[in-house]
């Protein structure tokens, strides 16, 4: 008896599972039917509704093929409303991909095509078809569309770079970009695409120098995240270490850290950081010059920094 009400329960679940959860009282059949409205604004509408939908049923091609077709809708914020539910966790069908691409390539309105970028970089490595399209957005006029399209590439991964042999030349001249956000976002797809190294360190080197605080920290992080595979940076990154910004200067010391023994030569620099007046660039050299030697970090008493 028991037996049998378990199976029950199971199967009003199973078909609450199954059935159609729609949107604000009104079913998937009528959000999709809405797609065809002749209002724009009523069609995105639908479109944010159906990506709501898919959150609960990723796997609903009747709402799926219909979003996919709403990237050809004439009206951008339409095709980005279908876009950004057809990327949602769980769907991200790559079916959307070439619509996406369209979206990129045709728009005339910038935040669009910004948004296009942003949304094939959420597909991953299901976007390698839209590497040649996005490297050539690395071009845009727009700073914003630049920063995103090398996101983009950066979060189609390693992928991007064995898809098109431009898109890490193109990412490094971006490094140079007038846009300080373009600048840093460019420096992390170049590690995310998993640049050569001689090509990505003497990148992270020159961005060291940057006229922003914050470009110099990212290189100096990056730097650390590639450990001693850097350490032919290492007297770039302790150069760093005289920054006027402590946050450069802690950045710098960490990335030292990182590398390890390799870094041996600069334990000068570093020692000398270990008496720095910010004590989060204090600790980190100290860190470092253990690190560097090869040793665990003694413990500190309560009243080191």
């Known amino acids: ?45 639908a479109a944010n509704a159906l990506r709501r939908v ?23 914020h339409v095709r ?35 948004h296009a970028a942003s949304i094939l970089g959420a597909f ?6 839209a590497v040649p399209a996005l490297t050539a957005t690395l071009d845009d006029a727009d700073r914003g569309v630049r920063a995103a399209a090398a996101a983009a590439l950066g979060d189609i991964g390693p992928a991007a770079a064995s898809g098109s042999p431009a898109v890490v030349p193109a990412l490094a001249r971006l490094s140079r970009d007038p846009a300080e956000a373009v600048r840093l976002s460019a420096l992390k797809a170049l590690r995310d695409v998993g640049s050569p190294a001689q090509i990505l360190l003497p990148v992270l080197e020159t961005a060291l120098t940057d006229a922003a605080p914050t470009v110099r920290v990212r290189a100096a992080h990056t730097l650390g995240a590639l450990g001693p595979s850097a350490a032919t940076a290492a007297p770039a990154a302790a150069r760093a270490l005289a920054d006027p910004e402590p946050s450069v200067r802690a950045a710098a010391a960490f990335a030292l850290g990182a590398m390890g023994p390799r870094a041996a030569n600069e334990l000068g620099p570093l020692t000398t950081a270990m008496r720095d007046p910010d004590p989060a660039v204090a600790t980190a050299a100290a860190d470092a010059v253990a690190a560097v030697q090869g040793r665990p970090r003694p413990p500190r008493s309560l009243h080191d920094p």
């Open 1 to 45: 008896m028991a037996g049998r009400i378990l199976l029950a329960a199971l199967a009003l679940l199973t078909g609450a599972c199954m059935a159609d959860p729609g949107y604000e009282g009104r079913s998937s059949r009528y959000w999709i039917r809405a797609l065809d409205d002749a209002d724009p604004g009523r069609r995105a509408d």
């Open 54 to 76: 898919l959150r609960l049923q990723p796997k609903s091609p009747a709402v799926v093929d219909a979003l996919i077709g709403a990237l050809g809708d004439p009206d951008d």
């Open 80 to 114: 980005v409303a279908a876009g950004v539910a057809l990327a949602t966790e769980g769907v991200r069908a790559p079916a959307a991909v070439p619509g996406l691409i369209e979206v990129l390539r045709d728009t005339a309105h910038a935040n669009v095509r910004s």
């Open 124 to 129: 991953g490595t299901a976007a390698r078809a």
